[in-house]
């Protein structure tokens, strides 16, 4: 896969993300802008989604043959009056590999997480309907229980 690829990828990425999170919250985010940054490194906030791109990009995209093949990305809404969405970034330790399926059964090295501030109890996330909107919306590809 080449670098514009998996840039591409991330940007499809970052929209399947914010959909998790709306189901999660029962509302839309579309108002809202993003801030990322990375648990390690040297945690600079990256705003502006095609910024956002680059900087997720730039730390597991390796060669057009790997990538960092397990990365955690969690959203979630700052206590604050602002519309902001922040994305906090994790890198496992394993070694680069080929792009392909990933541990949590989608395409690619990404594992969707939801933080503080989008969960609310007005959706219950334990119902098994709820778990099948995930997985029609393709944003959960392993078995339902």
């Not at 990256?46 to 680059?54: D, K, L, M, W």
């Amino acid at each position: 896969m080449s670098l514009e690829d998996f840039q591409a990828f991330v940007d499809k990425t970052l929209s399947e993300l914010i959909l998790y999170a709306e189901v999660h919250a029962g509302k839309s985010f579309s108002d809202h802008e993003l801030a990322f940054e990375w648990t390690s490194y040297d945690r600079t906030i990256t705003t502006g989604r095609e910024n956002i791109v680059y900087a997720i990009a730039d730390r597991v995209f390796v060669s057009e043959e790997e990538i960092y093949p397990c990365v955690d990305l969690v959203i979630e809404k700052p206590e604050s009056r602002e519309n902001i969405l922040r994305i906090t970034g994790r890198r496992a330790g394993y070694p680069p590999c080929p792009f392909g399926i990933g541990w949590s059964k989608r395409p690619g090295p990404f594992i969707y997480g939801i933080g503080k501030g989008i969960k609310t109890k007005l959706v219950n996330t334990k119902d098994p309907q709820f778990k099948k909107k995930l997985r029609d919306l393709g944003l959960i590809h392993h078995d339902i229980d």
